[in-house]
């Protein structure tokens, strides 16, 4: 699948949870500036890579469209991107001599001419036949995503399959194994990778019973959403190259914008062309979001992730300037509170301790020395005890702040004050007597 149709697809599965249904073919379709035909031939190739990934799966266990966007929280779907995941890297043909490489595995160690004749005695007809350049591409990406090995020895080099986790555990060990990288996929970040890997310990056929005991599913769409591009971003970063893509705002009414490749319909997109260096990739918690913080015409930019189209990595750079910028971005990041670069700002409240009706776990006090940062206590007594911590400006800790309710009165700065005062009378104002 080409990255270009993959970034739409990203969009389209995005637009496709957050409206859940309350849109149209016509509003869908101009929020995410492609025509009516476009959506239609989306959804239809959507629906055939859903159908395709789970045509092995007993009936009970197949896959709808409509599926994938439950909202009911005990009855959490797969991920969305994970099914894209399955399906975007690869072509038919690709599909075809990859699957067929890894089965050869099973009878050994192979070199890379055997399963050259291997394959053009195997493929269908109607599939190109590889060359040895290809065979060896197809060798190199399996041992990067770590599905062969290349075993010891001289030239020609052959190769086996990594199978040394699976085959080297017992069924007991298997299952422990299966149910740490359910929670842990379930609950940290980057999560695609971890359930690539538990559905491969699924597929073993050793596990007596995949069980799924664990309710909790930490599921921002967002969040799994943007692992599309996070590692290439990553990449960009480690390589130090120059990053080119297509930038939708959230203030923007798109979120993508159809490439066109008839020069003679060609319009002008209403993304933002951007060019830049990627130094940092941040994650946040609060909402769910990626954001990618770079350096461009001689100034720190930063860019939410699911906004980004179109990504594509250019030249490298010397190290000494990459790590000059670095430097800078870290300093100017020094107080902030996720990726605010404004100007410092001293901020003190006071925490209640919910000690009354006899309650002994003070978790107001647990929470803001878990979630506090590089903050610190300075003043305590029984009742409350005093949060000071300096931060680039206000609006980023605000909802932290907020989200204490009544356990949490904001002393400093006195601007910060009056807008928690504000908010709070214009919730009481929804309360009053009808």
């Not at 894209?84 to 001599?97: D, M, N, P, Q, T």
């Not at 599913?217 to 943007?226: A, E, G, K, P, V």
């Not at 790590?323 to 990726?339: T, V």
């Not at 204490?404 to 104002?429: D, H, N, T």
Request: proline residues 3%; aromatic residues 12%.
């Amino acid at each position: 699948m080409a990255k270009e149709s993959f970034d739409k697809e990203v969009q389209f599965l995005r637009m496709m949870a957050l409206t859940s249904g309350a849109y149209n073919r016509q509003q869908f379709a101009d929020r995410l500036g492609i025509s009516v035909h476009t959506f239609d031939k989306t959804l239809r190739r959507m629906k055939e890579i859903v159908t395709s990934v789970h045509r092995q799966l007993p009936e009970q266990e197949s896959r709808e469209l409509s599926d994938m966007l439950r909202f009911n929280y005990y009855d959490s779907a797969d991920p969305m991107l994970l099914f894209l995941y399955r399906a975007k890297s690869v072509k038919e043909s690709e599909i075809h001599r990859l699957s067929l490489i890894i089965s050869s595995f099973q009878q050994g160690a192979l070199t890379a001419m055997e399963l050259l004749d291997l394959c053009c005695s195997s493929l269908p007809q109607e599939l190109a036949l590889p060359d040895e350049k290809t065979i060896r591409a197809d060798l190199r990406y399996l041992e990067e995503v770590g599905v062969i090995r290349r075993e010891p020895g001289k030239r020609p080099y052959r190769y086996s399959l990594q199978i040394d986790l699976i085959s080297g555990l017992s069924s007991e060990e298997l299952a422990d194994l299966y149910a740490f990288v359910d929670v842990m996929a379930n609950t940290q970040i980057p999560s695609v990778h971890g359930y690539l890997l538990r559905d491969s310990l699924k597929k073993t056929g050793r596990l007596q019973q995949a069980v799924e005991p664990f309710l909790y599913r930490y599921h921002y769409y967002s969040r799994i959403l943007d692992e599309a591009h996070l590692f290439t971003l990553l990449q960009a970063i480690r390589e130090r190259r120059r990053l080119t893509f297509l930038y939708f705002s959230a203030k923007n009414k798109l979120s993508y914008g159809a490439k066109n490749t008839n020069p003679l319909f060609e319009r002008e997109s209403e993304g933002k062309l951007v060019h830049m260096v990627p130094l940092k990739v941040i994650y946040d918690h609060q909402y769910g979001r990626w954001y990618l913080l770079g350096h461009s015409k001689h100034r720190t930019v930063k860019f939410r992730v699911e906004g980004m189209t179109q990504i594509e990595q250019g030249d490298s750079i010397a190290a000494e300037l990459f790590d000059k910028w670095r430097l800078a971005l870290e300093e100017q990041l020094r107080f902030s509170w996720l990726i605010d670069s404004g100007r410092a700002t001293l901020v003190r409240a006071r925490f209640y301790n919910p000690m009354q009706n006899g309650e002994k776990n003070n978790f107001v006090r647990e929470r803001v020395e878990l979630q506090g940062q590089w903050g610190r206590i300075v003043e305590e007594d029984e009742h409350s005890f005093i949060f000071e911590i300096t931060v680039n400006g206000t609006t980023e800790i605000k909802p932290w702040l907020r989200s204490f309710g009544s356990s949490c009165e904001v002393l400093a700065p006195q601007r910060l004050r009056e807008e928690f005062i504000a908010e709070w009378k214009e919730i009481q104002a929804y309360y009053e007597s009808v």
